[in-house]
Nanobody, 115 residues
Framework: QVQLVESGGGLVQAGGSLRLSCVGS????????VGWYRQGAQGQRDLVAT???????NYGDFVKGRFTISTDNTKNTVYLQMSSLRPEDTAVYYC?????????WGKGTLVTVSS
């Protein structure tokens, strides 16, 4: 059974930084695609960043160099380092993993950016 558990969300002022973490069980991150999506007040879940087993990264257009995805294979953890945060980055951030064609999601962690 695949489980993804996020942590690191919270309240931060505009211009600040946060690092999100996601620990996986029942899945080996290094041989699968993992990453982050977010869902804001509009209700749409948008791609933030993913990384494939070959290390190829993909970022949402709105990231524009502000966020960095990384993994620690020894801890089976994926991180999202976010900087230069804006109020419009306020959302629930979900950890994502794809294993054998099936998508898995964490429960999400709330990030609130105050102006």
């Amino acid at each position: 059974q695949v489980q993804l558990v996020e942590s690191g969300g919270g309240l931060v002022q505009a211009g600040g930084s946060l690092r999100l973490s996601c620990v996986g069980s029942g899945i080996i991150f290094s041989i699968n695609t993992v990453g982050w999506y977010r869902q804001g007040a509009q209700g749409q879940r948008d791609l933030v960043a993913t990384v494939t087993s070959s290390g190829r990264t993909n970022y949402g257009d709105f990231v524009k160099g502000r966020f960095t995805i990384s993994t620690d294979n020894t801890k089976n953890t994926v991180y999202l380092q976010m900087s230069s945060l804006r109020p419009e980055d306020t959302a629930v951030y979900y950890c994502y993993a794809q294993k054998r064609g099936t998508n898995y999601w964490g429960k999400g962690t709330l990030v609130t950016v105050s102006s």
